[in-house]
């Protein structure tokens, strides 16, 4: 006889031998609570999807305000170097007979804005490269990417500041004593050329005595050239806009426009701001818009 007191025992050693009872004394695993079902996962994954759709534009922008901060710096030490140029040759600003204020020599000129500011003025060329504008084009025009290349692996003609190039241009436009032939025209807010109009665009400054707030500087190229090219090569920018004039909005991506002003400031006009302003070089219906 078994005693009373082993009845316990003995029913836990059938349970814990299920081979002893033919498994009818074993106690079922609860694997299926602490398991995901489909419909759970799925509302995981639903939910990480909208969280990224909600940060990765975010970081974009954040990216982005960061490399026009860069751009903004570099446009602050173009300027600087020009004014230090200029307080060295009695306020004259280097001749900018260029055809276009983006390009800083034609023609192999010895008297070119390069050959005149290159290392004492403008010891790091690297200032010259906008990093938004690089992203955009620098894979089509490889001087955009480093001024130490040309502007693409089949010319030594066109490239950037650190070559022998005879004619290099660059993503800013140096506004400064720019001479264009005929002259350059000014516009006023109507996009006309009215004389006397207080809102027409300042003419750009020749000299360090014409420094002033309202006159711009330097700025990256957004223009047109009727029959000839739609230039788009400001931040966010693109190729191929076609050669037919046409409003501002149908043929730029940029979506705003760092301009440096004669005083030193930058600001940063939203493309809603962003208004044709200046007329003439290489063509006298080359119309730039910043």
Not at 24 to 43: K, N, Q
Not at 176 to 186: D, E, I, L, R
Request: a positive charge; one cysteine or more.
């Amino acid at each position: 006889m078994v005693p009373i007191d082993d009845f316990g025992s003995l029913e836990d050693n059938r349970t814990m031998h299920p081979s002893r009872s033919g498994g009818r004394g074993m106690r079922p695993h609860s694997l299926g609570a602490s398991a995901f079902t489909l419909i759970e996962l799925l509302v995981v994954i639903a939910i990480i999807a909208i969280l990224a759709g909600m940060l990765l534009p975010a970081l974009a922008r954040a990216k982005y305000t960061g490399m026009r901060a860069a751009c903004w710096s570099n446009i602050r030490q173009q300027y600087l170097s020009q004014i230090l140029y200029s307080g060295d040759n009695r306020g004259k600003f280097p001749n900018h007979e260029d055809g276009s204020p983006d390009y800083h020599r034609l023609g192999g000129r010895a008297d070119s804005i390069v050959s005149l500011m290159k290392g004492k003025y403008v010891p790091n060329s690297s200032i010259l490269i906008c990093p938004i504008t690089r992203k955009s084009f620098g894979r089509k025009w490889l001087n955009y990417e480093s001024m130490a290349n040309f502007a693409d692996a089949n010319t030594k003609d066109y490239g950037g500041w650190d070559t022998t190039a005879g004619n290099v241009y660059t993503p800013y436009m140096w506004f400064a004593n720019f001479t264009a032939a005929p002259a350059m025209k000014f516009l006023n807010s109507a996009g006309k050329v009215v004389a006397d109009d207080p809102t027409s665009e300042p003419p750009w400054p020749r000299n360090e005595n014409e420094l002033e707030s309202r006159r711009a500087f330097i700025t990256h190229r957004v223009s047109d050239s009727p029959g000839s090219a739609l230039w788009d090569v400001g931040h966010l920018g693109r190729f191929g806009q076609g050669s037919q004039s046409k409003p501002l909005w149908a043929w730029s991506a940029t979506p705003d426009q760092p301009v440096g002003q004669a005083d030193g400031s930058v600001i940063n006009r939203v493309k809603a701001q962003i208004k044709p302003r200046a007329r003439g070089g290489p063509s006298a219906d080359t119309t730039y818009y910043y």
